[in-house]
C-alpha cells in the first residue's frame, strides 16, 4: 500500500560533516501526508542536524532531498517555505514587544493588521488552538511562544511541520493540547515531524518512529508495532567495550550527601525534583541522563551557583583523627565543637580547650574526634572554600565558566587561589609553577604559560581545567561532560586523572552523555529525567537497555527504583 | 567571492607597521584635500610642506630658547595629561567591560566641587581667604574626588541593583552635571554675563616650589604633567598586578566565571566605578585647581567623550594611552595651527582631524581582520 503513496517529504542517502565530525551518514527518511513520524534518539545524535537540512538551515554534503515525489534544492528557510516545510525551533525566535500577529506576519511584506488578526484566529479555530492575536509576546506563557511559532509556520502555508523537542518547556496539560491539535492538522492532511526523547510521547503520538543512534539511521517502525523496550533498545545500542581502568572503591564512606533538593529556573519552572542521593570517598558516582535533565544544575546547586527551594546538602569533611588546622580561624568556633566533645589529644584524652591559646590548639596535637559536618546549602563558591570544604567543579562550559579564554593558563591558575597572601597584590609565582607541572604532567600543548587558553585545542584546554581543579586536592570532585569534544587520547587522560582522585579518596561525580564510558568508569550510575532521579544503577552490573529505560523514564516512581540496586 | 575573517593574532610589529603606514597615508589624504580646499594652496602648490609644517609648529614654539620656555610644547604636553587623566580613569571600567561614557560628567562635577570649596572657603577676589593656600587645595581635592565618585557609583548601584543600562545611565549623568553647572553659575553669579571668572584662592602653582615663577608654562604645568605619568603607571600596576585588577578582567571576561570562583560581581562593579569616578574627579580638581581656577559648562569640554577613543584605540593599556592621548592631542593642535598659518575657515582643520582618525581607527580592522577569497577558505577549513 505504501508504494502507492507519494511521501510528502523524503531525504534520501543524507550526510552531512562538521569538519571531521559526521554529524548525518547516510539517512534515509520518509514522511507521509496525514500521519506523525517521531525522530527518536539521544543527544548529539545527529536529529536535529537532519532537519535543519530539510528546513534550510543546512546544506547536506551528500544525498537529495525530494518534496511530493520531486526532487528539491533546499538552500535557505526561504526555500522551505516556498515549498511549504516549516520548522519551529527549540528557542523561540519572536520579537517581544510585537503582538502575536505582528510576528506571524513579519517578514512577509506588511498585509493589513486586521486582516491578520482574522486569519491567525481562522487558523486557530481550524485546529483548536488558543490564542489572542493581539497579545504581545512578553505578556505570553512558554506555550502561548510555542502556539506562536506554529501558526506563524502554518500562516505561511506550510504542510510539512517539523517541530524540535517542543514539549521540553510544556506542562502535562499543555502537552495534551499540543497533541490534540497536532492530530487534528494530521487529520487535514498534513505532515509532521516531532523530533524528541521522549519514549511516551512518542508511543502517544506518533505514527510511525524514525529511530537515530550517532548520526545514523537505524530503523524506521510503525508505532503500533513496538513497545518502550524494543525502541529503547534501538536507540542505544549494543554495549561496546572501551577498556577503562576500574579498580574497586577502597574504604568508601558517605562525603556528600544530598537530600530532597528542590530547584527552579529563572523562568520558575522546576529543574530539580527532589533529588536525593549519597556520593562516598574513594567512588566514581556516574550521572546519566538526556542533556536538560537537570545535570547541570544539580552540579550547580552542590558549588553553590543554583538557588535551592529547599532540600540540604551535608558535606562529610573527612577530619577523623585529623588535627584540628588553620581553617578554623575563630577560637570561638574550636571553643563551641570542644564543649561538644569534637576534640581528643593524640593519645584519646579528652581536650580541655579552656587551658589552651589558640597556637596550642592548631599545633596538631588536638585531633576530630569524628568527621565535620557541614551544610552547604545556601553557600556562596567563596563561602564553602573559607568552609574549608575542598570541593572542585569542572563545569560543561569550560571556556565560558571554567576558564577565563583571554588569559594564559598561569592567570587561569591562580582564578580559585588569587585571594592567597594578605597583600593586595598578586603572587604568580605559584601559579607559574603550577602552570608548568600541569603542562608537563598532562602533556598540554601550548606555545606558553601566557598564551590565551582560548587558542589552545578541546583537549588541551580541558587539560588546563581538570589540572587545575584537582590541583587542590579536592575532597569532592565534579566534572560535567569532560570528554566532550575530546580525541581519544585526551579522553583516556581524562579518565585516567579522575581514576587518580578516586583511589585517593575523593567522591567523584562524573555527568557523562556515553553510556558505554559511564558504564566502564563508573562504580554506580544514577540516572536523571526531567529534573527527578529515575534510578541509581551498580555501574558494574547493569545493563545498557535499563539505563536508556531510566533516561527515557517519564513518571518516576519515588525513592523504590533507587532502593532497589 | 570575497569574505572577511578574523585573524588569530597578529605578529604585533607587523601591527605597528600597519598602523604607522595607515597613519602616513591618512597625511597624504590630507594633502591631497588641502590642495582641493586651501585656496592658498591652489595658487601657490609649492606651499604643501607648509601644510606639513603645521603640525610640528602646533606642538612646538618656534622662537623657543630652550625647552622649558617652549610654550606650545607645554601646552601639547599639559593638554595631553589632562586627556590621559581622563582616558586612564575610564579604563578600569572599560576592562570591566562596564561602558562608562560618563567621563565628562563625573570630570565636570569634579570641578564644580573643586571650585565650589574654593568660593566658599577661599574667596572672590578683594576678599580674605578662611584657610591657608595648600588647606584649600587639600580640600578641593578630596570634594573633587568625591563628586566624581559619587557621580561614578550612581550608575554602578543602579546596575548591581535593577541591572540597568550603564551606557544610558552614564550618559544621562553627563548632562545632569552640565545643567547642574549652569544652575550654579547661575547662583554664584547672579547678575550679567553668568561667568564665574578666575578665582584667587587654591591654585596648584601657589604652592608649587617656586611661586614667583607660577606662570612659567613649565612650572606651571609641570606637575599635572608628572601626575598623569605616575597615574598612568600606577593604574598599570594596579590593572595587571593587584587582586583588584585580576577581579575587574575576571569579570569583564565572563560574569559566569566569576561567580564560578566566588568574585562577587556587584561589589567589583561598585568599587570599580568608584575608582573611575574618582579618578575622573582628580582630573576635575587638576582643571580646577592647576589650570582653570573657575568653572564653566564647557570646562571640560568634551575631551570625556575624547577620552574614550583615547582608551579605545590603546586596547585599555594604560601606558599606551601616553601615546593615544598624544597623538590626539598633536592632531588637535596641529589642526589649529593648519586654520592659523593658511587662514582656512574653521571647518578644514576638523576635516584634517576626521581624515586622520578615520585611517587610525580603520587600520585596526585590517590588524582583526584579514579579507580573503573563497578559494582561500576551503583551504583553510583542510588545515
Not at chain 1, 512578553?138 to 511541520?161: F, H, N, W
Not at chain 1, 557541614?374 to 570541593?391: A, E, F, S, W
Not at chain 2, 567571492?1 to 597624504?28: D, Q, T
Not at chain 2, 613649565?218 to 599635572?224: M, T
Amino acid at each position: 500500500m505504501e508504494t502507492e503513496r507519494i511521501p510528502s517529504l523524503e531525504m534520501r542517502g543524507i550526510t552531512k560533516r562538521f569538519g571531521e565530525v559526521v554529524a548525518n551518514r547516510n539517512v534515509n527518511l520518509k514522511v507521509y501526508p496525514g500521519e506523525v513520524l517521531a525522530i527518536l534518539g539521544e543527544n548529539g545524535c545527529g536529529k536535529t542536524t537532519l532537519m535543519n537540512m530539510a528546513s534550510g538551515i543546512y546544506f547536506p554534503d551528500e544525498g537529495q532531498v525530494f518534496v511530493n515525489g520531486r526532487e528539491a534544492v533546499i538552500r535557505s528557510p526561504k526555500d522551505a517555505y516556498d515549498l511549504k516545510i516549516g520548522m519551529i525551533h527549540q528557542h523561540f525566535k519572536l520579537v517581544d514587544l510585537f503582538t502575536a500577529a505582528e510576528n506571524i506576519d513579519l517578514g512577509i511584506r506588511g498585509s493589513n493588521l486586521k486582516d491578520v488578526n482574522a486569519r491567525v484566529r481562522e487558523i486557530a479555530d481550524k485546529y483548536g488552538f488558543v490564542i489572542d492575536p493581539e497579545k504581545k509576546i512578553y505578556e505570553m506563557s512558554v506555550s502561548e511562544k510555542q502556539t506562536v511559532e506554529i501558526i506563524k509556520v502554518l500562516y505561511r502555508g506550510a504542510d510539512i511541520l517539523i517541530l524540535d523537542e517542543p514539549t521540553a518547556v510544556l506542562t502535562l496539560q499543555e502537552i495534551r493540547k499540543l497533541f490534540s491539535v497536532l492530530r487534528s492538522m494530521v487529520q487535514d492532511g498534513k505532515s509532521v515531524i516531532i523530533i524528541t526523547h521522549k519514549l511516551n510521547e512518542v508511543l502517544e503520538v506518533s505514527d510511525r518512529v524514525a529511530i537515530m543512534r550517532k548520526g545514523e539511521h537505524i530503523a524506521t517502525v510503525d508505532t503500533c508495532d513496538t513497545n518502550e523496550s524494543q525502541l529503547t533498545e534501538m536507540m542505544v545500542g549494543k554495549k561496546v567495550a572501551l577498556n577503562i581502568e576500574r579498580s574497586e572503591p577502597l574504604d568508601p564512606s558517605p562525603r556528600l550527601e544530598v537530600r530532597h533538593l528542590n530547584a527552579r529556573d529563572k523562568e520558575g519552572l522546576p529543574v530539580l525534583k527532589d533529588v536525593s542521593f549519597t556520593v562516598n570517598g574513594g567512588e566514581i558516582l556516574g550521572i546519566a541522563g538526556i542533556a536538560g535533565s537537570g545535570q547541570k544544575e544539580l552540579l550547580e546547586a552542590i558549588a553553590g551557583l543554583q538557588p535551592l527551594d529547599s532540600g540540604e546538602i551535608i558535606f562529610h569533611n573527612p577530619k577523623k583523627d585529623k588535627p584540628v588546622t588553620y581553617f578554623h580561624k575563630s577560637q570561638r568556633r574550636v571553643r563551641e565543637l570542644a564543649k561538644q566533645g569534637a576534640f581528643h589529644y593524640t593519645d584519646g584524652r579528652p581536650v580541655d580547650v579552656k587551658t589552651m591559646t589558640r597556637r596550642q590548639v592548631t599545633a596538631g596535637e588536638v585531633l576530630f574526634n569524628e568527621d565535620e559536618i557541614m551544610n552547604l546549602r545556601d553557600k556562596t563558591p567563596l563561602q564553602i572554600r573559607q568552609l574549608g570544604v575542598r570541593l572542585s567543579f569542572v563545569p560543561e562550559d569550560r571556556l565560558g565558566m571554567g576558564l577565563v579564554g583571554n588569559m594564559g593558563i598561569t592567570d587561569n591558575m591562580m582564578l580559585r587561589s588569587y585571594r592567597k597572601g594578605h597583600a593586595g597584590m598578586l603572587n604568580r609565582k605559584k601559579p607559574a609553577e603550577l602552570a608548568k607541572q600541569i603542562i608537563q604532567e598532562l602533556e598540554v600543548v601550548t606555545p606558553g604559560i601566557s598564551t590565551p587558553v582560548r587558542r589552545l585545542s578541546g583537549g588541551n584546554v580541558q587539560k588546563v581545567l581538570v589540572g587545575r581543579e584537582i590541583s587542590s586536592a579536592p575532597k569532592v570532585l565534579m566534572a560535567a561532560y569532560p570528554v566532550r569534544g575530546l580525541d581519544i587520547n585526551s579522553s583516556y587522560t581524562i579518565y585516567n586523572l579522575l581514576n587518580r582522585q578516586k583511589k585517593s579518596g575523593t567522591a567523584v561525580i562524573y555527568v557523562g552523555e556515553d553510556l558505554d564510558v559511564l558504564m566502564e568508569l563508573c562504580d554506580r550510575i544514577l540516572v536523571m529525567n526531567s529534573g527527578a532521579v529515575t534510578g541509581i544503577a551498580d555501574g558494574r552490573t547493569v545493563e545498557k537497555e535499563e539505563l536508556g529505560y531510566l533516561m527515557t523514564k517519564t513518571h518516576h516512581a519515588g525513592g523504590e527504583e533507587a532502593e532497589q540496586e | 567571492m570575497i569574505h572577511l575573517a578574523k585573524r588569530e593574532k597578529m605578529n604585533p610589529l607587523a601591527a605597528w607597521g600597519i598602523r604607522l603606514a595607515a597613519f602616513v597615508l591618512g597625511l597624504i589624504v590630507c594633502g591631497l584635500l588641502a590642495f582641493l580646499m586651501v585656496e592658498k594652496l591652489q595658487k601657490e602648490p609649492g606651499k604643501i610642506l607648509d601644510f606639513y609644517k603645521c603640525f610640528i609648529d602646533g606642538i612646538s614654539s618656534q622662537n623657543a630658547k630652550s625647552f622649558f620656555e617652549n610654550r606650545k610644547l607645554w601646552v601639547f604636553m599639559k593638554n595631553t595629561a589632562v586627556l590621559l587623566c581622563i582616558a586612564l580613569a575610564l579604563t578600569p571600567a572599560f576592562r570591566m567591560r562596564f561602558w562608562n561614557i560618563g567621563g565628562e560628567g563625573q570630570t565636570l562635577v569634579g570641578v564644580l566641587a573643586a571650585i565650589a570649596v574654593s568660593l566658599y572657603l577661599g574667596g572672590r577676589k578683594g576678599e580674605e581667604s578662611l584657610l591657608p593656600e595648600w588647606a584649600l587645595v587639600i580640600l578641593m581635592f578630596f570634594a573633587a574626588v568625591i563628586a566624581g565618585a559619587v557621580w561614578g557609583v550612581i550608575p554602578a548601584l543602579f546596575k548591581a541593583k535593577w541591572n540597568t543600562n550603564e551606557t544610558l545611565f552614564t550618559l544621562m549623568m553627563n548632562y545632569i552635571a552640565t545643567f547642574l553647572v549652569s544652575y550654579f553659575l547661575i547662583i554664584w553669579v547672579p547678575s550679567g554675563s553668568s561667568a564665574l571668572g578666575k578665582l584667587p584662592y587654591g591654585s596648584l602653582p601657589n604652592i608649587m616650589i617656586y611661586p614667583e615663577k607660577a606662570s612659567a608654562p613649565s612650572n606651571k604645568y609641570l606637575l599635572i604633567i608628572l601626575i598623569s605619568l605616575v597615574l598612568a603607571v600606577g593604574l598599570y600596576i594596579y590593572m595587571k598586578y593587584s587582586k583588584h585588577g585580576y577581579e575587574i578582567s575576571v569579570v569583564g571576561e565572563s560574569e559566569r566565571t566569576a561567580r564560578y570562583v566566588g568574585i562577587k560581581v556587584k561589589t567589583v562593579t561598585i568599587r570599580t566605578m568608584i575608582l573611575s569616578g574618582a579618578l575622573c574627579g582628580l582630573t576635575g580638581f587638576l582643571i580646577a585647581a592647576g589650570l582653570d581656577n573657575s568653572v564653566t559648562t564647557e570646562s571640560v569640554g568634551g575631551q570625556g567623550f575624547t577620552a574614550i577613543m583615547v582608551s579605545w584605540l590603546a586596547n585599555f593599556n594604560p601606558l599606551l594611552m601616553i601615546l593615544t592621548s598624544g597623538i590626539i592631542i598633536f592632531l588637535n593642535q596641529g589642526a589649529d595651527q593648519i586654520s592659523t598659518t593658511l587662514s582656512v575657515s574653521g571647518a578644514f582643520p576638523n576635516v584634517v582631524i576626521g581624515v586622520m582618525l578615520f585611517f587610525i581607527i580603520g587600520c585596526e580592522f585590517f590588524i582583526n581582520y584579514k579579507i580573503c577569497r573563497s578559494r582561500d577558505e576551503r583551504k583553510e577549513a583542510v588545515r
